[in-house]
């Protein structure tokens, strides 16, 4: 049995945080008030879905691993609800909207195993309007990624596009004798909470992502070399480099969220 549930575990990415004062560290970064719903992503074996539920108004608790529901719906608990399923196919608006819940009223919370963590930040940003608070516990590269400054190695498409519309920090490292089994990395556990306006317009975010996405495809290239690898005339990303006060040697990583919106926009406006 033992076996069989670390195969399950291996496969789901299951890492059980274990430690309590990890647990209460993330419920006060959460902070969850009596009129708040939380929606909680992989509940596990209930460790922090459970405080959560002490402090909430009502927590919605999303596991995968269907062998973990009969155990956490035991509780009993009036004001919490699991949702079997896989939280890449649930509609965040769906979940709060059904709840009774609005925008300000709702956060998102949960320990992401690395294999989706990716995939559901981009998620969070396509389905913001449903909260105004996330804190997930991620791999320390991921938050990393997330809180990234331009500048740094870590500084990447998903940094733009995350703190275009998200304030983000790092509360707190997490080391890997806090769960159950241990993963091999260092977790952080990273705080987004929602502006309320755009740091910086821009016109088409699907385009916005492509864009990001070419100029970025070399990191050790030039801002102006990926460009002409994406198809952009040389003469035309010249002329925007020119106009904009771009250094002509600058790497992606080296440009900035502003930058980069306004060469978006740029380059936007000339196929008007």
Do not use: W
């Not at 705080?191 to 990191?219: I, M, N, Y």
């Not at 600058?250 to 980069?260: C, D, G, H, L, S």
């Amino acid at each position: 049995m033992k076996k069989r549930q670390g195969r399950r575990r291996r496969i789901l990415g299951q890492h059980f945080l274990r430690s309590p004062g990890v647990l209460e560290k993330i419920v006060r970064t959460i902070d969850p008030g009596p009129d708040d719903l939380v929606i909680e992503i992989g509940a596990g074996r209930g460790a922090l879905t459970f405080l959560l539920a002490e402090k909430a108004g009502s927590v919605l608790a999303i596991e995968k691993d269907a062998a973990l529901i009969p155990f956490l719906e035991a509780r009993g608990l009036r004001n919490l609800t699991i949702i079997p399923g896989d939280v890449l196919n649930l509609d965040f608006m769906k979940l709060a909207s059904a709840a009774g819940s609005p925008p300000e009223r709702t956060k998102l919370a949960g320990n992401l195993p690395y294999s989706i963590s990716s995939p559901l930040l981009f998620k969070v940003i396509e389905e913001r309007a449903a909260f105004h608070k996330c804190v997930f516990l991620v791999q320390k590269e991921v938050a990393a990624r997330v809180c990234a400054r331009p500048g740094s190695k870590s500084y990447a498409p998903l940094s733009i596009l995350l703190q275009l519309h998200f304030s983000a920090s790092i509360a707190l490292t997490v080391h890997p004798g806090s769960f159950s089994p241990p993963p091999r990395v260092e977790s952080a556990l990273v705080a987004l909470e929602r502006r309320a306006v755009l740091l910086h317009p821009v016109s088409d975010e699907r385009t916005f992502l492509r864009f990001l996405q070419g100029c970025f495809k070399q990191r050790r290239k030039t801002l102006l070399n990926n460009l002409a690898a994406a198809g952009v005339p040389a003469a035309r990303a010249e002329a925007a480099a020119a106009e904009l006060g771009f250094e002509r040697k600058k790497r992606p990583e080296q440009v900035t969220i502003a930058q980069f919106t306004a060469l978006f926009e740029y380059f936007q406006k000339a196929r008007a």
